[in-house]
Each structure stands twice: as C-alpha cells, then as structure tokens.
C-alpha cells in the first residue's frame, strides 16, 4: 500500500480469483484493480478507482488526485458526456459537430498526455497552453490544413463546454476564454450561379442514372433550391402541407417570421410530378421526398449524393447546394429588396444577411457610385482642372 503526502492511498482491489486474495489490499505485487482512498484529519473523503491495473499510470492520476481541492475532479470525459447530453435540445447537425470536436478530438487528444481531469485543464494547471497545443494539432492534422473559419468555430465550442464547467463548479476558470480569437479571418468567396450554369445543372438533373424515378425527384429538389434558397435538409424533409395554394410556408429558425414565398409555375409542376417516396404502402406520404421510415440524417445524405451526381454531370466549377442560397439573395438584391427581405427568406438576421451579401446590393453600389462622382465634381471646381482619374 503506498500513501502520498495529501495523505492518498493506493491499494489493489483483489479480484476473486487472485491468488493473494488472502495477503490484503496493501499487497501490491498482482495484477489487480488499483483504487485510492483520500483522508483529511484522519476521515476518509474519497474512495476512488483509478481505473488502471499499472502502477505507472496509477501514480500519475493519484498525483491528479492531490492536485485537486477536493481530492477528487470531475473526470474530463464525464465532463464531455454531460455537455454533450446538455446540448440534446439541438438540431442534430449541432449535435454532431459538438460530439466530434469534443469526444472525436478533444477528449483523446487530452488522454494521450496523461490528462483525464477536469483540474488538469484549469488555467493554473496549463490548461491554457494545453489547448493551445490541441488547437495547432487540429490545424494541421494529417499533412492537412483545418480552415481558419472552422478553427474559429472549434474555438467556440471549447469556449461553451469550458464555460458549462465553471458554471457546474467543476473548474475555476475557464481557460478557453485566455485564447485570443484570431482575427481578420475571411472565408472563402462563393460565387452566385450564373444563369448559364443553371441552365447546365437543370439539364444534367435530366439525364442522371437511376430511372425516372431518380430523375423526377431531383430535378423537383434542385428547382426548390434555385427559387427558394432552403437548405439541402430543409428540401429533403419539406412537408405537403408546407405547399398552399402556390406558396411555399416558411417558418424561419432565426427571425421568428413566418414568410409566404410564391412558387413559380415549374416548380410546382416539379413538386406534382414527384413520384411516390419508395416504402409508402398505399396514399400518399407526408413528405414529398421521405418516406418517413429512415432516419433524417440517411435521407439527407441520400439526397446530397443525387446532388452531387447532377453537379458532377453539370460540369460546373465547385458547384453544390448552399450556392443556390448565394444565388437568390444576389437576384433579392438586385430586384431591389432589402437586407430584411433576405434575411426573412433565408432564415437568417439581417446582420448575417450584410456581412455575407452586402457586396451584391445594387443599390448600395449605386449610393457609392454617386457619391464618389460628387467628390469628383467637388474636386474639380476646386482646383478649377480635370481630375486625372487612374484606371
């Protein structure tokens, strides 16, 4: 039996079949369980198992046990799994992300180096530069590099889980909050489609494999994306009842506005000739692309596969769903509507709607132009000469 300083006691928990059963736990000289009991003033507090059969790793999480107040942290797995079960509330996609962020890198990421204590994270623990470390493995893991937008998201999410520790009491400080969030991140461009590119893509949707079956249904769905701009899981799962009298009925997640958005003509022929979702016994389905007897996430990912097929079959450069999204808000915008009216129809606030379209608004660009050709004017009665413009 070995007893540490912060009066810790390691001892081997005998197992049935041990043949030093009858020696005591203070025999140490077996292959059995080690746990660890904590007293202060003589009372035991802890009784703990370390969860180990080597004696190395037993006296490192014994030294982790000390290093805490309370002779016992909560472990960092623990941790991750009560987040975890603590974000169910979300949509699955959120879900997702979180579990591979946390469970998928963080959590092995930390056991790899010995650390399997919340405490052991704590800023006076170098949990800052723990992290730190964490986050240069994760952007270049592989031979890879991770966008510098989704490292930012990562950042967030470290952010949240350490500050629903501290919030639980579970740690002090959290150590996510000392890293700086990098700045002057841009992401990526994406164009708008052209009018020729979706003249290609609606002609490949014609001819892809899989019957007419195939082809009526994604030729409906990359219809509903060009002229309502909802996401790939929003078409997939899109309701009968969602369609009245040539709108579409859309509640968005963000604004809280319940939109009205008319149909053209093509799309609601599309959106008839859809053909019964395979697995319906009799009637018709709910949805008009689900059977409602696979789960969202698999018809979701059937959905994204046809879509890739059609793009695949377009030829159109770095084609997929979420430019469609890009597309109409450019046509709002140029049609003359507002910030407010793109942000209503794609669901999103209106401060995301300028910070990802406000280089589209027509007559934003106008007010600019004008403005420059007036201090150009102003410029030139005042020297009483031609402005010398560079080009």
């Avoid at 967030?156 to 000392?178: M, S």
């Avoid at 509903?224 to 909802?230: D, K, N, P, Q, V």
């Avoid at 994204?304 to 430019?323: E, I, M, P, T, W």
Wanted: charged share 25%; proline share 4%.
């Amino acid at each position: 039996m070995i007893q540490s300083q912060a009066m810790l006691t390691i001892w081997r928990r005998h197992t049935a079949s041990c043949p030093h059963r009858d020696r005591g736990r203070e025999y140490l000289k077996c292959n059995c369980p080690l746990w660890a009991d904590g007293y202060i003033d003589g009372r035991r507090t802890l009784r703990q198992s370390l969860k180990t059969r080597d004696m190395a790793r037993a006296r490192l999480r014994a030294v982790a046990l000390q290093e805490s107040d309370t002779l016992g942290s909560k472990p960092l797995r623990e941790a991750v799994e009560a987040y975890l079960l603590n974000c169910q509330h979300m949509v699955e996609s959120v879900q997702r992300n979180y579990r591979n962020r946390l469970a998928n890198h963080l959590l092995p990421f930390c056991e790899g180096l010995g650390i399997e204590y919340l405490h052991q994270l704590d800023v006076s623990a170098r949990g800052v530069e723990t992290l730190d470390s964490f986050r240069v493995q994760r952007r270049a893991p592989a031979g890879t590099t991770l966008a510098g937008t989704t490292a930012a998201r990562e950042l967030e999410t470290l952010r949240q889980f350490f500050g629903f520790c501290v919030e639980r009491g579970w740690l002090k400080e959290n150590p996510a909050k000392r890293i700086k969030t990098p700045r002057n991140i841009k992401p990526k461009p994406v164009v708008p489609y052209t009018h020729e590119e979706l003249e290609r893509i609606l002609a490949a949707a014609a001819r892809i494999s899989g019957g007419e079956y195939a082809r009526r249904r994604v030729k409906a769905a990359v219809l509903m994306l060009r002229h309502t701009a909802l996401r790939i899981s929003d078409v997939t799962m899109l309701e009968r009842s969602q369609v009245q009298d040539s709108h579409l009925l859309l509640h968005t997640k963000k604004t809280g506005a319940t939109v009205l958005l008319p149909l053209p003509s093509e799309v609601l022929t599309a959106l008839k000739a859809v053909p019964t979702p395979r697995g319906v016994d009799g009637g018709t389905s709910k949805h008009f692309f689900v059977n409602g007897e696979s789960s969202p996430r698999t018809a979701i990912r059937g959905m994204a596969q046809s879509l890739d097929a059609v793009f695949k079959a377009s030829g159109v450069a770095n084609a997929r769903a979420h430019r469609f999204r890009h597309t109409l808000a450019t046509d709002i915008l140029s049609a003359g509507g507002t910030m407010r009216d793109v942000a209503d129809v794609l669901g999103i606030t209106e401060a995301v709607a300028e910070k990802h379209y406000a280089k589209w608004n027509v007559n934003r660009q106008e007010r600019i132009s004008q403005v420059m050709l007036a201090v150009r004017e102003g410029t030139k009665r005042a020297h009483g000469k031609r402005l010398v413009v560079i080009k």
